[in-house]
């Protein structure tokens, strides 16, 4: 039998909104991957299932050209939540052969090892494995395991897993500096054969690694700081000062200056501006001099409206939590703590409320863009990377829209 895992999403995904709202939450970005691929890593997993809320399902197997996900039937056994942070002890924390276990992490359902259709009877009708549904029968361990409860959980750990997933890929360091680059701890250095970084660039890996990805292109005269990853086709400025703790995903343009931030990928922040302990999904575009504070003047812990409720995060540092499609004017201005949704549209005067809802067209006063509106401005950003909007895509994000707005005409 091949080793084979499955992965499943519980009540906490929505604590991660609105990034989740277009994706799993096991395919969130940390360090160079995705929260999934590290677990596959872990387990040399041969077969693997996925199990995730039907709204965002479709379209998220077909971009990462899966034939199947919600599969019917399995032989899989070890099912794990979606928002564990693999280490190397993962799968001796969690075997896959056993007998019928819940495994806890304190009081979060870190894996299940049961047949698919215990899986499947434990799950509300959006997908969601809720722990009182699994049966009483199944005996309980507590395991230690890393698991996210908010996207700042992320980011605060993008250092660790830049680093580890460098480790995982047994990468060897650049040998010599490209030509006109001045390299700070070159055995911590790693450029893919076909990145170009110009001439004047300042590669800083002394307080931790830099991997920079195929078909990176790094202007002249910017300064890179580790840890950092670039994801491929992604792109960096004239004059940038990136100063570490970033994470890249694939077909990003970054200038001005950024700290511990991730970017899940397609999106934009070119310009000059000040990006710190941020989190962005895709297909976002921060225009001229967009820049976010990410430390409150009184210098106490930063409160956010996370899916509606206002947690305090118990951190100084946290910026913007951006979801997928959103964009910001020229000269915005983000406070410290700031969500905006999926689709949100800023262009106001002054600072931005600090939750923006999605959908949302705010200048003067806050309107809800229409759908067909939406759709439209998505097709054409996607074509100028030339990804084509799919119908399952472009059915995903109707079915989210029509969640979302009579989800405010319920409230």
Not at 101 to 121: G, P, Q, T
Not at 158 to 170: F, L, M, Q, S, T
Not at 358 to 372: C, D, N, P, V
Request: proline share 4%; with cysteine; charged share 20%.
């Amino acid at each position: 039998m091949p080793k084979s895992i499955g992965f499943f999403e519980d009540s906490l995904t929505r604590q991660f909104l609105p990034l989740t709202w277009t994706r799993p939450v096991f395919d969130l970005r940390c360090g160079i991957d995705r929260l999934f691929e590290k677990v596959l890593r872990a387990y040399c997993a041969e077969q693997v299932d996925f199990f995730c809320r039907p709204l965002v399902a479709a379209a998220w197997a077909e971009s990462n050209y899966l034939s199947d996900v919600n599969p019917g039937s399995s032989d899989t056994k070890l099912w794990l939540n979606g928002r564990i942070i693999a280490d190397s002890e993962l799968a001796q924390q969690i075997p896959i052969e056993g007998g019928n276990v819940i495994y806890m992490a304190d009081e979060h359902v870190a894996a299940v090892r049961c047949d698919v259709n215990v899986l499947r009877a434990s799950m509300n009708e959006d997908g969601i494995v809720q722990v009182e549904r699994l049966p009483e029968s199944l005996s309980v361990e507590q395991v230690v395991v890393n698991m996210a409860e908010y996207p700042w959980d992320l980011i605060d750990l993008i250092g660790d897993e830049i680093h580890a997933d460098i480790e995982v890929r047994k990468l060897h360091s650049i040998d010599t500096a490209p030509e006109g680059v001045f390299c700070i701890g070159r055995d911590n250095i790693y450029i893919d054969s076909t990145a170009f970084i110009g001439p004047g660039t300042v590669l800083d890996a002394s307080n931790g690694p830099i991997w920079i990805g195929p078909d990176v292109d790094v202007a002249s005269l910017t300064l890179l700081e580790g840890p950092l990853a670039i994801g491929a086709g992604g792109r960096i400025k004239a004059g940038s000062k990136i100063y570490g703790g970033v994470a890249l995903g694939p077909v990003c343009k970054l200038g001005g200056e950024v700290e511990g931030c991730i970017v899940q990928g397609y999106s934009n922040k070119q310009h000059d501006g000040f990006l710190g302990h941020a989190f962005l999904g895709e297909w976002i575009n921060l225009g001229a001099n967009t820049n976010n504070s990410d430390l409150k003047n009184n210098y106490s812990t930063i409160k956010v409206v996370i899916n509606g409720s206002m947690v305090d995060t118990q951190r100084q540092l946290l910026g913007l939590i951006m979801g997928d499609h959103a964009k910001s004017a020229i000269s915005t201005r983000f406070n410290t703590g700031t969500v905006a949704g999926i689709f949100a549209n800023i262009f106001t005067t002054g600072f931005p409320q600090k939750s923006i809802p999605s959908f949302a067209w705010l200048g003067e006063r806050l309107k809800t863009t229409r759908l067909k509106e939406a759709l439209a401005m998505a097709e054409r950003v996607m074509a100028r990377r030339d990804v084509i909007m799919t119908p399952l895509y472009r059915q995903m994000i109707i079915d989210i829209y029509n969640t979302v707005i009579l989800a405010k005409e319920t409230d």
